[in-house]
């Protein structure tokens, strides 16, 4: 089993920057894929980031975003600069028990509870 807690989320303006931690504890961080995802009202939860063998970024946050993991900290990071209002959404940590990323979120098994990121225009 493994406990996601993220933390880091607020109120920002446009073209402001924030950085999403997520510490995850229960079983070897290191093995695991690790990716963000974020979910608007009204919307699906969509892939936003992720970091395994290899890192992968959605087309709508690349350039902008950057994710990054501590494993002595057993936490992974997201860094996200020039904020846009339509980044507002809960973000969610996920991870998976494989070090291949996916950006489907049915491939994650374990998940924190959200952060709130509102971006004022």
């Known amino acids: 089993q493994v406990q996601l807690v993220e933390s880091g989320g607020g109120l920002v303006q446009a073209g402001g920057s924030l950085r999403l931690s997520c510490a995850a504890s229960?079983?070897?961080?290191?093995?695991?894929?690790m990716g963000w995802f974020r979910q608007a009202p009204g919307k699906e939860r969509e892939f936003v980031a992720a970091f395994g063998i290899n890192t992968y970024y959605a087309d709508s946050v690349k350039g902008r975003f950057t994710i990054s993991r501590d494993n002595a900290k057993d936490t992974v990071y997201l860094q996200m600069n020039s904020l846009k209002p339509e980044d507002t959404a809960v973000y969610y940590c996920a991870a998976r028990r494989s070090t291949v990323v996916h950006t489907t979120a049915q491939m994650y098994s374990y998940w924190g509870q959200g952060t709130q990121v509102t971006v004022s225009s």
């Open positions: 229960g079983r070897t961080f290191s093995s695991y894929a």
